[in-house]
């Protein structure tokens, strides 16, 4: 009865895949621009043969605008080896955007090239003074980069309290008791033991692989409340989010029940996901069970390991979309707006590529400013041992890209999507931002001990556009928990201010929405934390149109 589904759902899929190719062929296409960029830096995460699991999880990556000036930069981690780490000890990049599709590396002046094994990072402006402030995640003491605002950062990660020594993989800011200043969510994934011999050899299609998760320990996810004052407490326990402990991945505040209190999703490797219902008095309860999303639609437990969040059907809730191991489906989870979600990852079409391989990080973003959020997903195997020829799979996986058709469905637009789909490596996160600020959205992917891909959008500004860049005064000062609607052309788009997801990472906070041709948007509405509505009119296409905060 399971699989009858899947089977009907895929014979449709090769209808629709071939009409949806045609369609699509030679409309957006992606370049690889890493080496013209200035960014081809290799990463370092393990050895060769990937010994450990800490060796294979790496891959955050991070768009935001440092500096003020308008353009996004990036922020890239990096790694190490737990046997002869490399001499000098890898450091994390700090590229600037110089404006005209390259970047510098400004890693030395700003300060904030750490040789820790990182992880992934999260941005926010936690001081509120107007800069963009940098948390990374490390396997090792957390760092939390306080923007001076001078182009240059100071670490302060022991002095707030948030140097959290672990095995941290996502973080995302929110906040949760609307008081006007961010808290901080930290994941974490296991207690790593170098000295542990597992009772049996750990196999898997009979090779002989690293250990875990199963059989070790998972770490306790971190929460901690932002005291206003340039410290954090750790309220972990006092707000309800201190277990059951599970293998955690990626962190992500977001409101699914729409009732102006931030929520916080978790999704867990080889566990049920949590998604914490924020009480509004400072605790949080877990509805994950009840609303659908602890597993998949057929009740299996998931090797989960990133999500993004968009309204892929256009009904103005929250959907959300998890990326999982081998042989397990992507899932996708459609908010009924009832408090319940509705697992439609096969009749979406959503995951029809997916089980073959080991997803990673993914976006919804609108490709072709048509007006839907299509999605990405990163690929890429945990084994290099599964290069062998017996096995019939490989280590590098290939990346996907799907189009949302504005029904409900996606079709694959890999193949017609351009030279910079051709190359496959062992992919990780994944960023979104239009980083040469031409109108439409490009990526950057995160490739593990390899260069980055950075995947320029060529055509998707044929259609029209708007970005919108939300300033709290009385709220927290990137606005962050909003929600931007948009009515142009007779369509509805809603998106929440929030910038971490995907895998580790974090994407341009400013929300983008494509237009069609549509020449005029009829009305921009952001609803501030804590229910404020302002409006604006008549608003011009093709623009970064910045909403501040009224004062009453």
Request: charged share 20%; with cysteine; proline share 4%.
């Amino acid at each position: 009865m399971i699989h009858l589904p899947r089977l009907v759902y895929g014979c449709v899929g090769v209808f629709l895949l071939a009409t949806a190719l045609t369609a699509q062929a030679g409309s957006v296409g992606f370049v690889d621009q890493s080496e013209a960029a200035g960014i081809a830096v290799t990463n370092v995460s393990g050895t060769p043969t990937q010994d450990y699991i800490v060796d294979v999880n790496m891959g955050g990556s991070a768009f935001f605008d440092y500096d003020g000036d308008g353009d996004v930069d990036l922020y890239l981690p990096n790694g190490s080896r737990l046997v002869a780490p490399p001499v000098p000890h890898p450091e994390n990049k700090l590229f600037r955007n110089r404006g005209d599709g390259g970047f510098d590396d400004v890693t030395v002046a700003a300060g904030v090239g750490d040789t820790a094994w990182a992880m992934g990072c999260a941005v926010a402006d936690v001081d509120n003074d107007g800069h963009q402030d940098l948390y990374v995640t490390n396997f090792g003491p957390n760092r939390l980069y306080m923007n001076r605002g001078d182009s240059t950062f100071v670490e302060g990660g022991a002095v707030s309290g948030t140097d959290h020594a672990g095995f941290s993989t996502g973080a995302s800011f929110g906040d949760i008791d609307l008081d006007g200043d961010l808290d901080l969510h930290v994941a974490n994934y296991q207690v790593f033991d170098l000295d542990f011999k597992s009772p049996i050899p750990c196999v898997w299609r009979g090779l002989d692989v690293f250990c875990g998760p199963k059989g070790q320990r998972p770490q306790a996810n971190v929460f901690y409340l932002n005291d206003g004052d340039g410290t954090f407490s750790d309220a972990t326990e006092a707000a309800g989010l201190s277990g059951p402990r599970h293998f955690s991945f990626e962190s992500m505040f977001t409101d699914f029940d729409d009732d102006g209190w931030i929520d916080l999703l978790v999704v867990n490797d080889q566990g049920p996901n949590y998604l914490y219902r924020n009480r509004g008095d400072g605790t949080f309860e877990d509805q994950a069970l009840m609303a659908g999303v602890a597993y998949s639609g057929e009740g299996s437990m998931q090797g989960c390991m990133g999500v993004a969040r968009g309204d892929y059907d256009g009904d103005g809730r929250q959907d959300y979309f998890v990326t999982n191991f081998t042989d397990e489906h992507n899932t996708l989870y459609r908010n009924d707006g009832d408090g319940f979600f509705l697992d439609l990852s096969f009749p979406s079409m959503a995951s029809v590529l997916g089980e073959p391989y080991v997803g990673w990080g993914t976006v919804f973003f609108d490709r072709d400013n048509d007006g839907d959020q299509d999605l990405y997903v990163a690929n890429g195997h945990v084994y290099p041992q599964t290069d062998l020829p017996r096995i019939g799979i490989g280590y590098a996986e290939p990346n996907f890209l799907l189009d949302n058709s504005g029904t409900g469905r996606f079709t694959d637009v890999t193949g017609t999507s351009g030279p910079g789909f051709d190359v496959v490596k062992v992919s990780r996160g994944v960023t979104v931002a239009d980083y040469d600020d031409d109108g439409d959205l490009d990526l950057f992917v995160f490739n593990l001990n390899d260069t980055p891909s950075l995947l320029r959008n060529d055509g998707g500004n044929r259609l029209n556009w708007l970005k919108v860049k939300v300033v709290g005064t009385r709220s927290n000062r990137d606005g962050i928990g909003a929600r931007v609607t948009v009515e142009s052309g007779g369509r509805t788009q809603s998106m929440e201010v929030q910038g971490s997801g995907g895998y580790l990472s974090h994407s341009d906070i400013r929300r983008h929405f494509g237009l069609g041709s549509a020449t005029t948007v009829d009305r921009v509405e952001v609803r501030w934390p804590g229910g404020t509505v302002q409006t604006q009119y008549d608003v011009a296409v093709n623009q970064t149109l910045t909403i501040r905060e009224s004062a009453d």
